[in-house]
């Protein structure tokens, strides 16, 4: 069974970083995707980041393109996102989440297991 833990949420105010880190429990970590996705208050889920199974290939929602970097360590079995430039419209609670193949990443649906979630909240 896996076990998705996420951590590093808080309080920050605005232009401020926080990182958040998942890490998996588990065999053959390197063998999935990974994702992180957020969701606000009121608001459906959404995508924000994505990364390959050997890390060789990322992607972000625009809304984040620039600011946010997604990066994994298969030794540890850890995926992170550090957050920068953070803005007011960035809090949510953010997730991650693992599938086995990288095709279709931005649809949270098609992945197989979740973490709880971490809550972030950026202050003006």
């Known amino acids: 069974q896996v076990q998705l833990v996420e951590s590093g949420g808080g309080l920050v105010q605005a232009g401020g970083s926080l990182r958040l880190s998942c890490a998996a429990s588990?065999?053959?970590?390197?063998?999935?995707?990974m994702g992180w996705f957020r969701q606000a208050p009121g608001k459906e889920r959404e995508f924000v980041a994505a990364?390959?199974?050997?890390?060789?290939?990322?992607d972000y929602a625009d809304s984040v393109k620039g600011r946010f970097t997604i990066s994994r360590d298969n030794t540890k079995n850890t995926v992170d996102l550090q957050m920068n430039s953070l803005k007011p419209e960035d809090t949510a609670v953010y997730y991650c989440?693992?599938?086995?193949?990288?095709?279709?990443?931005?649809?949270?649906?098609?992945?197989?297991?979740w973490g709880q979630g971490t809550q972030v909240t950026v202050s003006s």
């Open positions: 588990g065999r053959d970590f390197s063998t999935y995707a």
């Open positions: 990364i390959s199974r050997s890390g060789g290939y990322t």
């Open positions: 989440a693992q599938k086995r193949s990288f095709m279709n990443y931005a649809y949270a649906h098609l992945y197989d297991y």
